[in-house]
């Protein structure tokens, strides 16, 4: 059982390059979210989606581009990194809300990233 | 800012002890989910309660949850090495299914 699997688990980037995290999920799951984790805090929400073909801003989403063309991929991409993104990134999935019963959420192990 | 806050910040005990650690909140929630993390690990959903649920228990885990005081309790029973992790709180927010989280308590059981 994979369930929620990160590519890359590590990265290393210079100020101004680009690059693309990948989140794959095999549980069927309609939801999907990017968090990134800085030292000592909590979870800050990226960009989530609902859907395969949506996305939508979560609270820290400027710098940062989705793309979900296949329900089980959810793709975060940094278009040009820069040190204040260095980070730890998650990515989760869910099932969606039915009645409004909440879901648990599966997370991956995470991608660190520092950027140079 | 934050929805959930979790105190302590940090947590030391012996194994074979009771760990309790707190989260507060700021507005109504119909849930609340408590989540583990292992260093080097992703999060780990360990049990969700409800609003109209007071207590829940899963395994060695007790939750409650008083939404008159805005606040629930993760009790950790009998510890063991293996629950050394941090420990997170987290309400819904809005629709999504989203989550916010607080800044989590590290819990350090010493064998």
């Known amino acids: 059982n994979a369930g929620v699997t990160q590519t890359p688990k590590f990265r290393v980037l210079k100020t101004g390059q680009s690059m693309t995290l990948l989140c794959a999920q095999d549980?069927?799951?309609?939801?999907m979210y990017w968090y990134r984790q800085d030292p000592g805090m909590g979870l800050r929400l990226i960009h989530y989606?609902?859907?395969?073909?949506?996305?939508a801003k979560g609270e820290v989403p400027d710098g940062y581009n989705v793309s979900r063309l296949k329900k089980q991929n959810f793709l975060l991409g940094l278009e040009s990194a820069a040190p204040s993104q260095t980070s730890v990134y998650f990515c989760?999935?869910?099932?969606?809300?039915?009645?409004?019963?909440?879901?648990?959420?599966?997370f991956g192990d995470g991608t660190r990233l520092s950027i140079l | 800012s934050q929805q959930g806050e979790e105190d302590p910040q940090a947590l030391s005990i012996q194994e074979g002890e009771n760990a309790t650690m707190n989260c507060s909140y700021k507005?109504?929630?119909?849930?609340l989910q408590w989540y583990r993390q292992n260093s080097g690990r992703g999060l780990v959903h360990l049990i969700l309660?409800?609003?109209?649920?007071r207590e829940k228990h899963s395994g060695r885990l007790r939750v409650t949850l008083d939404t008159s005081k805005k606040s629930s309790s993760l009790l950790i029973t009998a510890s063991r090495a293996a629950d050394t992790a941090s420990y997170f709180c987290?309400?819904?927010?809005?629709?999504?299914?989203?989550?916010?989280f607080g800044g989590g308590t590290r819990v350090l059981v010493k064998p």
């Open positions: 989760a999935s869910s099932y969606s809300t039915f009645q409004s019963r909440a879901q648990p959420q599966h």
């Open positions: 549980m069927n799951h309609e939801y």
């Open positions: 989606s609902v859907g395969e073909g949506t996305t």
């Open positions: 507005t109504s929630i119909n849930n």
């Open positions: 309660i409800r609003s109209n649920e």
């Open positions: 987290a309400t819904p927010k809005a629709a999504g299914n989203k989550l916010t």
